[in-house]
Structure formats: structure tokens, C-alpha cells
């Protein structure tokens, strides 16, 4: 299988997402929706961002249920906020404006948040007959950063994807997931370069089970390492979950979903 990578689209896609958004936060206008009025995006942001850091879950809910009345849905709240949450928790925590112990807590509640909002489109697994495409995601053992492959696993059944979703993945666990269903991709959430020698052996892993099932790596990792297909054997590397979806072959049939803005689709924390 020809190996392909697209850092360097990944890294120009990431900076005109942040810059679009940055763009319409100001240009946005305030849309009537029935008789609620809808916020700009960046209004929005500040009152999740500020509910997170809040104790109880009062203030997140009643964020979150001003969007809905305003007909922004739960895929869109999960597609396109969630991950500028992160990177603004993550921007914190750099700068110094925020503690450990805060950033820790508002991330778990932002985790919890997408898997709560995810119910609302989750099909039955496993279910009889189910053609939908299958692919297998991991977080390799000892990653503790798994905020990016929730996100992920949520755009991918959202777009109608069969997802199995393995947390300390590693090469016992992976071959038996393997044997056990066929997937249309292995995709590995990779936040760190001190992972790559378990991605690799994980991408080795795969291969010998199945040849014909590309290993996809993501994750803020892809910022830090130019040569990652070639040190890990993985297919492709890329941040864009349409990108992922194509190279492996996967139909989409995405659900819609209500709202405007602008679709990140990176897989970063």
C-alpha cells in the first residue's frame, strides 16, 4: 500500500481553521431563530469555556441548552467547539493561566460532555446484518490524552461509522479485536513522540494480521514529527477525519445536523 502523508496540509488546514473561526467570532451576525436569538460563536465559546471551569454541571447545561434552542445541534457543538475548548484549555495551561488541577477537571468535563451528546446519534452496535463500514480506534497504552479520540470517534459515527473504540490498546488486544471483526481502517490517537515506539509496534501488529487494512495515525503528535510514516510503517497520517475516511475507503453517510460555522475536523488531544 502506496504511504502517503499530509503534515504539511495538516499543519495549513489547522492555522486557516483558527483563523476562520478567530474571523467569524467577529463577523458573525446574531441569526433569529424563531423567537430565540442565536449568539456568535465566540459568545458561546466564552460561556462553555467559563462553564467548564465552574464547579457543577448548572451552567454547562443551561450553555448548552441556550444552543439548542437556537438550533445549533449536539454533532455540531462535538465537530466544531469541542476542539477549539481543547486547544484554549490546552493555550491555558501553557500560558499559565490556568493550573493543572483546572485544566485536568474542565477536560474531563468536556470528555463527558461528548459522550453525552454522542447518544443522541449512536447506533446499536454489533447489530445483525449492520453493513455499515467498521474501523477500529485506538489510544495506545499508557496514552492519557484521550479527548481527541473521543471527538473522533463521535465525527466518525456521526458520519455513519461502525466504531470500536479501544482505550490502553496494545499488541495483544489489537489482534484479538482484529480477528474477532474485519475494519475498513485501524486508526491510532498518538499525542506524543514517547509513544512512537508502541505505535510502531501497533502498526506492525496490524499488518500481520491484515495487510489490506491501512493504519492511520492522528493526534497532536503529527506537530512534533515530520518523518512519522516512516519511523511507524503506519498508511497515512493525517488530522482531518473526511481525509481518514477517504483513504481508507469509507462511504459517509452523515446525519444531519443543524447549525453554521466551520468544521475543524482535527484530531488534537
Known sequence: MQRIQRLGHTQAHDEVSRVVLKALSYVAPTLQQGEYVRKPLESYLSQLFDALLKPGLDGLNDVISGMRKAHIGNAVIVDRYVPTLA????????????????????????????????????????AVGDIRPACLVG?????????????????????????????????????????????????????????????????????????????????????????????TGADFATSDVGEAMTFAGMATTQIPIAGVGFASGVIRR
Open 139 to 231: 489510544v495506545p497504552l499508557g496514552v492519557q490524552h484521550t479527548l481527541g479520540s473521543t471527538i473522533l470517534v463521535s465525527q466518525l459515527r456521526q458520519k455513519g461509522v461502525y466504531v470500536q473504540f479501544s482505550l490502553e490498546l496494545c499488541c495483544d488486544s489489537l489482534r484479538e479485536e482484529m480477528r474477532r471483526q474485519s475494519f475498513a481502517a485501524v486508526m491510532l490517537s498518538v499525542s506524543s513522540k514517547d509513544h512512537l515506539d508502541l505505535a510502531r509496534s501497533l502498526v506492525a501488529c496490524s499488518h500481520a494480521e491484515s495487510r489490506s487494512t491501512p493504519v492511520i495515525i492522528g493526534g497532536a503528535v503529527l506537530e512534533d514529527v515530520a518523518d512519522i510514516l516512516e519511523y
Open 87 to 126: 486547544d484554549r484549555l490546552g493555550d491555558a495551561w501553557a500560558e499559565d493561566t490556568l493550573d493543572f488541577a483546572a485544566v485536568t477537571i474542565a477536560t474531563a468535563r468536556l470528555q463527558a460532555l461528548v459522550k453525552r451528546l454522542e447518544l443522541a446519534w449512536e447506533a446499536p452496535e454489533g
